[in-house]
């Protein structure tokens, strides 16, 4: 039974412990820069809290990373030269050449990291991804996806959290839209070139509102929005799919579980998605660590690689570039 240690002990933290849960592992050890933070969740989740890396690398065997994007390249650094394969929360990184960093660091070490990008672990997004290989829709010519919320409070708190300052959190395209970007990546391929409008309606952080244009290699378009301004519980996912010989659809705010719509030999059929989202089983977080300790055991590749992780990275860069400057991005001679 494989000893996991979790770095960090914010609420990402908390989801994944409760998917560890569900896993035959050994939740060994904890480590946060604050020692009661660690104490705390050894006392709810079992294992032991570290007072230092090097005592949190002798207990365990398998490292999740749960801290803020800014530090996760000194995580990802530490983890590697201790030789623990591990799973890094996304964004891979905050900057450009730290996730090049982390993606040279693991590659020369020898040991594995997965990134969880675990919108490819929703049921309905994995359906759609199923539907789309299996040729039911032909080529996919365009791409939708909504991502919407109210800003994050961390501990009821609106103003003095990771997400409100943008040099930490990259702000809505980063922690938000990395989500569909890779995504619409993992559907349509490489993006060439992107093109980014952002609105800030708080005025405590670089963007609340982003709509988001790939381009990508193939010829689709893909359309992001992603937002932090929606109303307090008003969460809204929703994919939109169409291709030469059809179309996927889902909205969160739609009870019907219709998937896909294609016309197949002059007849009309659907692909529905059929996992429950209150089943255990079919929780998202528990499905990407289920993936990633098989795939660790039975030496079979990873559903995101480093290489994901950190195109993820640059598309969403490059959109806050365009952003800024308000111009589109080539993404291949992007340079943060």
């Known amino acids: 039974m494989k000893k996991v240690g ?10 994944h412990l409760d998917g560890w849960k569900m896993l035959p ?13 660690a104490q705390r969740a050894a006392s709810i989740y079992g294992g032991v809290a570290c ?3 090097s005592d949190f690398f002798d207990q365990v065997d398998l490292v999740d990373i749960c801290t803020p994007a800014a530090v996760h390249k000194e995580n990802v650094l530490a983890t590697a030269a201790a030789g623990k394969s591990m799973v ?7 900057h450009l050449a730290d996730a090049q960093a982390v993606v040279d660091a693991v590659e020369a070490a020898g040991v594995r990291l997965f990134v969880a990008q675990v919108v490819r672990f929703f049921p309905q997004f994995a359906k759609a991804k199923s539907v789309i290989d299996s ?4 080529k996919p010519g365009v791409i939708r996806t909504i991502r919407a919320g109210s800003f994050p409070r961390v501990g009821g708190n609106f103003t003095s959290n990771f997400y409100a300052d943008f ?5 809505i395209i980063l922690d938000v839209g990395i989500h569909d970007i890779d995504f619409q990546r993992w559907c349509c391929g490489e993006v060439e070139r992107v093109f980014a409008r952002g609105l800030t309606f708080s005025g405590l952080h670089e963007c609340d509102h982003a ?17 932090w301004a929606h109303p307090p519980r008003n ?7 169409a291709g030469d010989g059809g179309i996927i659809e889902w909205d969160a705010f739609e009870d019907a579980p219709l998937l896909a719509l294609m016309n197949t030999n002059d007849e009309v059929g659907f692909a529905r998605a059929t996992g429950s989202p209150t089943a255990p089983q079919d929780n998202p977080y528990y499905l990407e660590l289920k993936h990633f300790l098989e795939c660790v055991e039975q030496d079979k590749p990873f559903l995101v690689t480093p290489q994901d992780g950190l195109m993820a990275v640059k598309v969403a860069l490059a959109a806050i570039e365009s952003e800024r400057i308000g111009k589109p991005v080539d993404v291949a001679a992007f340079q943060a």
Request: proline letters at 3%; a positive charge.
């Open 135 to 138: 040729g039911a829709i032909g």
């Open 211 to 227: 709509l988001i244009t790939l381009k990508f290699a193939s010829g689709a378009i893909g359309h992001i929005e992603c937002s």
């Open 88 to 94: 890094c929360e996304k964004p891979l990184a905050r």
């Open 6 to 15: 979790i770095l960090g002990t914010g609420s990402i933290a908390n989801v």
């Open 25 to 37: 592992v050994e939740i060994a050890a904890h480590f946060d820069i604050r020692p009661e933070a």
């Open 235 to 241: 969460w809204r996912t929703r994919l939109e799919i």
């Open 51 to 53: 007072s230092s890396l």
């Open 167 to 171: 040099n930490k959190s990259g702000g």
